[in-house]
């Protein structure tokens, strides 16, 4: 099927002209200076869009405190209401917002289309969570008095995310935010801001109060990061990105000690035993391996697979792989879409050649793919007998290249697979109901999937253990990132 690719961007972009989103208005940057979007699967421009600095996230701040107090106040169902709203406006525009984001993302549209929902979700589930903000009444130990806990808003809070969901990631964070009663000012990445803004139109026109949600792009993270940091009246930070950058993020926190959520970096197993069933373990692996063209945080990083079952395992996984069709995002048979940029094709060089030179053999890819026009696209890459001492499975690869490594035991596969600093996704594949308990009580993961490749859903308390991070994202705990607890004494 042709398409006229050229066509849809002016479609989507042409006569928009976005502002950072600062009380309720699409503004310049105070400075005057913009940068520049650019599509990772052509290198073309897209758009250029305000550079928030430090003023203009003072601005955000001030907005953002000044209507905390109303916002607070305002009743539970309202704000329910409002977010529900929100989703509803996002499913509306489902196909425009999807186009925006395979456009300066470069995912697939099918892809597009899923984050799009699952985005929504999030606003839709704590919306309904805004509703259940429930606190405690509590005997005392002196008869002549009782304590009441109250759960209150943490406050103003800045959002930072990343450029692998540039939707998801956003309302993951601003749905609870929202419902808890605390009022926000996010920071999309550099990358993808346009989904971002367009959110930010949706947010505007189903009529948040000003100053309620604000979004700031900007191409250097610092001047608002240093201003978020050092101002009392935020409250708290919730940041998905790199564990480098979460480290640094904690150290900023102690300034003023706020309250931190952290969603970090993963370096998922994905386990295959002799028993399961292979053709799901096949399709499961498959799946979670390459969306997003293998960039996202809970990507198989490193399929562990039986020795009674490899090669058969192999083989399919090779033939399956092979059939996957890389492209322009754009494209309806697309599968696999571009890389974000080149920086994140010299990783992907450097594990590749890393596990040739210690003798894993490349059964499929191993290359930049040839139909390149920008660089970024690589070739779906299957690495047969990989070991946990390569690179390929020591850091995320964050990209479409598949580890398989051969194990014996369960004893084994479970040392090899804890032993990471990372404790985000994991996966194992069985059909032994007794080993489905053992080896997920013996995983060192804040989410496991078993016999399930695509376990993240709103309803889900996402989120990671050891150096993958702080706090939980989505399911009923996830409103608790946004409130504080406190207490009141009553004499009677
Ligand atoms: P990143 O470099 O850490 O950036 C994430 C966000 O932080 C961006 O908005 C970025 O802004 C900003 N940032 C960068 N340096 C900063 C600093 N010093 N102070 C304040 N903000 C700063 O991560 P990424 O490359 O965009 O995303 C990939 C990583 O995110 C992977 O490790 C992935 O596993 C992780 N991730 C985790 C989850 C999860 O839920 N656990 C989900 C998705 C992704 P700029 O864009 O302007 O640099």
Not at 452 to 473: I, M, N
Request: charged share 20%; hydrophobic share 45%; proline share 6%.
């Amino acid at each position: 099927m042709q398409l006229d690719l050229a066509q849809i961007t002016h479609q989507m972009l042409d006569g928009v002209n976005y502002g950072n989103y600062i009380n309720g208005e699409f503004r310049a940057a105070a400075n005057g200076k913009v940068f520049d979007v650019t599509n990772p699967a052509t290198g073309d421009l897209l758009l250029s869009v305000p550079d928030a600095g430090a003023s203009d996230t003072l601005a955000a701040v001030d907005a953002a405190y000044a209507a905390l107090p109303a916002w607070m106040a305002t009743p539970a169902a309202t704000r329910a209401d409002l977010l529900r709203k929100a989703a509803a406006l996002m499913l509306e525009r489902r196909e425009r917002l999807a186009t925006i984001m395979t456009l300066e993302q470069g995912k697939p549209m099918t892809e597009s289309r899923g984050e799009i929902a699952y985005a929504a979700s999030f606003l839709t589930w704590f919306a309904g969570e805004a509703e259940r903000i429930y606190g405690d009444i509590v005997h005392n130990s002196a008869p002549n008095k009782r304590i009441f806990v109250l759960r209150q808003a943490v406050g103003v809070v800045a959002l930072i995310t990343p450029w692998n969901f540039p939707a998801a990631m956003l309302t993951r964070k601003l749905g609870p935010a929202l419902a808890a009663g605390c009022t926000a000012i996010c920071k999309p990445a550099e990358q993808t801001p346009l989904t971002a803004l367009e959110l930010g139109r949706i947010f505007q026109e189903v009529g948040f109060p000003a100053g309620v949600v604000n979004i700031l792009a900007a191409s250097d993270p610092l001047p608002f990061s240093d201003t978020i940091f050092a101002d009392d009246r935020v409250r708290k930070v919730s940041f998905t990105g790199s564990t480098e950058v979460g480290k640094i993020l904690i150290r900023n926190s102690a300034a003023t000690v706020k309250r931190m959520s952290l969603e970090l970096g993963g370096n998922a197993p994905f386990i295959v035993f002799d028993d399961a069933d292979l053709s799901a373990a096949v399709t499961g692996a498959i799946a979670s391996k390459f969306r997003n063209a293998g960039q996202t945080c809970v990507c198989a990083n490193r399929i562990f697979v039986q020795r009674g079952i490899y090669d058969q395992f192999a083989d399919l996984f090779a033939a399956k792989t092979s059939a996957m069709k890389v492209g322009n995002g754009l494209l309806p048979d697309t599968i696999i879409g571009p890389l974000i940029d080149l920086p994140a094709r010299e990783k992907i060089e450097r594990h590749v050649s890393d596990a040739k030179a210690h003798g894993a053999d490349i059964m499929l890819g191993g290359l930049p793919y040839p139909e390149n026009p920008s660089g970024t696209f690589w070739t779906p890459t299957v690495i047969r007998n990989a070991s946990s001492d390569m690179l390929v499975a020591q850091e995320e690869t964050f990209g479409p290249v598949a580890p398989l490594i051969p194990f014996d035991t369960e004893d084994e596969v479970l040392a090899q697979a804890n032993g990471t600093p990372f404790g985000l996704a994991s996966y194992f594949y069985t059909r032994d109901v007794s080993r489905v308990m053992r080896v997920a009580e013996k995983l060192e993961f804040g989410i496991i999937g078993a016999n399930d490749a695509l376990p993240s859903v709103a309803q889900a308390p996402f989120g990671g253990v050891k150096q993958s991070g702080l706090g939980r994202e989505g399911g009923a705990v996830g409103i608790d990132e946004y409130l504080e607890v406190k207490y009141l004494s009553l004499g009677l």
